[in-house]
């Protein structure tokens, strides 16, 4: 079990900055990537931000540079700092994790989602 709780959402004027953090607890020595995820009214949940399993990062092409996601070594904190935002940046951002566990035919994978923080950003 991997227990994820993101803070630092609010309401933010366009071209703002806003701090967000995920406290991953439990099981953390299972996770193999962990990454920030977002979802608008009516849209489907999408990546904003990881870190791959190599532990290079991703973002999405709507970032263009704005946003970075930082972690600690032990992956119990993941943060995305979000800079210039839009108010297309209004979402529900989610922190996710992948966490991978051994079994005797080889290993399962399974998925951790956090409650989410609400992000508006007003024009």
């Known amino acids: 079990q991997v227990r994820l709780v993101e803070s630092g959402g609010g309401l933010v004027q366009a071209g703002g900055s806003l701090r967000l953090s995920c406290a991953a607890s439990e099981d953390t020595a299972c996770i193999t990537s962990m990454g920030w995820y977002r979802q608008a009214p009516g849209r489907q949940r999408e990546l904003v931000a990881g870190?791959?399993?190599?532990?290079?990062?991703d973002y999405a092409e709507f970032v263009e540079g704005r946003f970075t996601i930082s972690r600690d070594n032990a992956k119990s904190t993941l943060a995305l700092l979000m800079n210039s935002l839009k108010p297309e940046d209004t979402a529900v951002y989610y922190c996710?994790?992948?966490?991978?566990?051994?079994?005797?035919?080889?290993?399962?994978?399974?998925?951790?989602w956090g409650q989410g923080t609400q992000v508006t950003v007003s024009s």
């Open positions: 870190f791959t399993e190599t532990g290079s990062t």
């Open positions: 996710g994790a992948i966490c991978r566990r051994t079994i005797e035919a080889g290993y399962l994978e399974y998925e951790y």
